[in-house]
C-alpha cells in the first residue's frame, strides 16, 4: 500500500541554524500538508500546498517557515531560524483530491532545536 | 474562543467491552468529522469521516455518530482488543478552511485483556 514517507526520522539542531524536512507524498495525491506537534500537545495545521502554491496556511506558518515542491515527488518545510519553541514532530501528509479527502500522515520528524 | 474537547484522562475497560469516545466542539460549524488513530511517535491514521448531514457511519468495529445540535461526535469501538490501545483523535473541517484539519487534543485509550 502507498504510503507518506519523511527524512529524517530525527533532526538535532542549534538555535539560529536552517533545518530541512523532507516528504515524498503518495504519488497521485494533488494536496500536501504540514502538521506539527508539540510534546504532549495536539496536532496542528501549518501549511496546505496545492497546484505549486500555498493555498492556505496558519498563524504559526509565519516568514520563518517556507515550503517546496522542489521535483515532481519532494515536498519539503524549510524553517530559516530555528528556534527552541520549533522542537516537535512535524508530519507531512498527502490528499488525493479536494481538502475533505482523507489525509495520508506519514511516520514524522522529530525536531529538537538546542 | 473556538474548542475541539476530548476527554483528556485515559479510558481504561476490559477487552470485548465497547468503547465510547467523545469528542465535543464549541464556535464551530464543521462540514465534516474526522476521526484518527495515533500510535506513540506516530502520525495519525484515518479511521472514519462523517458529513454534517449524516448521523452515523459505520466500518467493522468502528462507528461514528455526528450531533450536530448537540455539537458532539462519539466514537465508538465494540468487542475492543488490546490492540485498539492507543490515542484516538477527533479533528473537523469547516467549509470555508476545509483543507485543513483542526485536532482536539486525543484521547487515550487502554484496553486491558
Known amino acids: 500500500e502507498p504510503e507518506v514517507t519523511q527524512t529524517p526520522s530525527h533532526q538535532v539542531t542549534q538555535m539560529g541554524q536552517e533545518v530541512i524536512l523532507r516528504c515524498v507524498p503518495i504519488s497521485n495525491h494533488l494536496y500536501f500538508y504540514w502538521y506539527r506537534q508539540i510534546l504532549g500537545q495536539k496536532v496542528e495545521f501549518l501549511v496546505s500546498?496545492?497546484?505549486?502554491?500555498?493555498?492556505?496556511k496558519s498563524e504559526i506558518f509565519d516568514d520563518q517557515f517556507s515550503v517546496e515542491r522542489p521535483d515532481g515527488s519532494n515536498f519539503t518545510l524549510k524553517i530559516r531560524s530555528t528556534k527552541l519553541e520549533d522542537s516537535a514532530m512535524y508530519f507531512c501528509a498527502s490528499s488525493p483530491g479536494q481538502g475533505v479527502d482523507t489525509q495520508y500522515f506519514g511516520p514524522g520528524t522529530r525536531l529538537t532545536v538546542l | 474562543s473556538q474548542k475541539i474537547e476530548q476527554n483528556s484522562e485515559a479510558l481504561n475497560i476490559q477487552e470485548g467491552k465497547t468503547a465510547t469516545l467523545t469528542c465535543n466542539y464549541t464556535n464551530y460549524s464543521p462540514a465534516y468529522l474526522q476521526w484518527y488513530r495515533q500510535d506513540p511517535g506516530r502520525g495519525p491514521v484515518f479511521l472514519l469521516l462523517i458529513r454534517e448531514n449524516e448521523k452515523e457511519k459505520r466500518k467493522e468495529r468502528l462507528k461514528v455518530t455526528f450531533d450536530t445540535t448537540l455539537k458532539q461526535s462519539l466514537f465508538h469501538i465494540t468487542a475492543s482488543q488490546p490492540a485498539d490501545s492507543a490515542t484516538y483523535l477527533c479533528?473537523?473541517?469547516?467549509?470555508?478552511?476545509?483543507?485543513?484539519?483542526?485536532f482536539g487534543t486525543g484521547t487515550r485509550l487502554l484496553v486491558s485483556p
Open positions: 500546498f496545492y497546484n505549486n502554491e500555498i493555498s492556505e
Open positions: 479533528a473537523l473541517q469547516t467549509r470555508t478552511g476545509f483543507q485543513k484539519l483542526v
